[in-house]
Structures are given as C-alpha cells and as structure tokens.
T-cell receptor, first 111, second 112 residues
Framework: GENVEQHPSTLSVQEGDSAVIKCTYSDSASNYFPWYKQELGKRPQLIID?????GEKKDQRIAVTLNKTAKHFSLHITETQPEDSAVYFCAASKGTYKYIFGTGTRLKVLA | DVKVTQSSRYLVKRTGEKVFLECVQD?????MFWYRQDPGLGLRLIYF???????EKGDIPEGYSVSREKKERFSLILESASTNQTSMYLC???????????FGSGTRLTVV
C-alpha cells in the first residue's frame, strides 16, 4: 500500500545550524504535503505545507521543497533555536480527505 | 482560538471493557479523524468521517468503531478493550484536503 518514509528518525544539531528532514512518498496521486511539529506532551501543529504545483515554499526560518519526479519532499530549518526541539512529522495526501504520515523525526537543538 | 477538544487526557481501562473516546470541534469542519500514535510507527488512521453519519475505515480499524451523530462530535469506540490498544489517541478535524488538520490534545489510554 501507499506509505511515506521519513529520515532521519533522530537528528541533533548545534544551535544556529541548519536541519533537514527528508520524506519520500509512494502515491503519485498525492498532491498536498503538510508538515507538523509536536512538542513534548502537546498536540501536533501544522507548521508549513506545500501543494504539488509548487516546488518550494518558505516561512521565515522554515522552508519545504518538493520534487514530484522523485517523489521527495524535505523540511529545512535554518538558524535553529532550542525551541525548535520537537518531533516533526511529514504527511502526504491520500485521496480526497486523508493523509499518510511519516514515522517522525526527533530533532534536538543543542545549546 | 479554534479548538478540537478530547474529553479525557488520561484513561485507564480494564481488558474487555467497552471504551468511549469523545472528540468535539468548534470550527464547523466537515471532516473528522481518529489516529493512534505509537513510538516508531507515527500516526496511523483508524477511522474518519467526511459528513454527519458518514464514516470510512482507515488503515487499522480492527477492534474499533465510530459514531458521528452531530457535525461537531466524533466518537471512537473500543468494543472490547485489549492491551494492544494501549496507545495515544489523537482526534483531528479539517476543512478540506488543502487546509491541514487541527489536532486535539490526545487521550493516553492504558488498558490493563
């Protein structure tokens, strides 16, 4: 069945460095790709998303890129700060209503 | 502030009990979802609903059922709780495919 692979599962970076999380999807019909951040003990929250007709989208320190041909999309966080420490989930749309989620990346920003 | 509210934050139930998890949203969203979250497995869809009284199975519906009698409320039912249903359960709602989900705070269910 369709799935979304997410790498790495854990990522540690020094404060101020960049972090990149990569996802690969299998359903060529997927056309919407949201990213969620889940801080410890809290609900996942949408931080950025991209539609399939766009190759890149930025919002301050975060950006998402999409390569439809390769079925890859990535989250880029620049100038990381301790408050960026969290679990990040990518997702790909499946059909009209649903998303398939990746297994998550635990990002630790070391001060 | 828009909200998705789950009735319980923590729940402990015994094996074989019938368990009800309630979710209410105040955003007039058409679509509502139940996921379970387990370490290393991410979020897996149990059931979803795209309209009142409409429901569809997700990827792991076995042992669960749902009810949506009103637009704002979506209930997850564990017919006979088992220890392998110990998990974090997340409810979500959405306006449509391109608008992302709003999640509830989650219910951590322990079945003993």
């Amino acid at each position: 069945g369709e799935n979304v692979e997410q790498h790495p599962s854990t990522l540690s970076v020094q404060e101020g460095d960049s972090a990149v999380i990569k996802c690969t999807y299998s359903d060529s019909a997927s056309n919407y790709f949201p990213w969620y951040k889940q801080e410890l003990g809290k609900r996942p929250q949408l931080i950025i998303d991209i539609r399939s007709n766009v190759g890149e989208k930025k919002d301050q320190r975060i950006a998402v890129t999409l390569n439809k041909t390769a079925k890859h999309f990535s989250l880029h966080i620049t100038e990381t700060q301790p408050e960026d420490s969290a679990v990040y989930f990518c997702a790909a749309s499946k059909g009209t209503y649903k998303y398939i989620f990746g297994t998550g990346t635990r990002l630790k920003v070391l001060a | 502030d828009v909200k998705v509210t789950q009735s319980s934050r923590y729940l402990v139930k015994r094996t074989g009990e019938k368990v009800f998890l309630e979710c209410v949203q105040d955003m007039d969203h058409e679509n509502m979802f139940w996921y379970r979250q387990d370490p290393g497995l991410g979020l897996r869809l149990i059931y979803f609903s795209y309209d009142v009284k409409m429901k569809e199975k997700g990827d792991i519906p076995e042992g669960y059922s749902v009810s949506r009698e009103k637009k704002e409320r979506f209930s997850l039912i564990l017919e006979s709780a088992s220890t392998n249903q110990t998990s974090m359960y997340l409810c979500a709602s959405s306006f449509g495919q391109y608008y992302g989900y709003t999640f509830g705070s989650g219910t951590r269910l322990t079945v003993v």
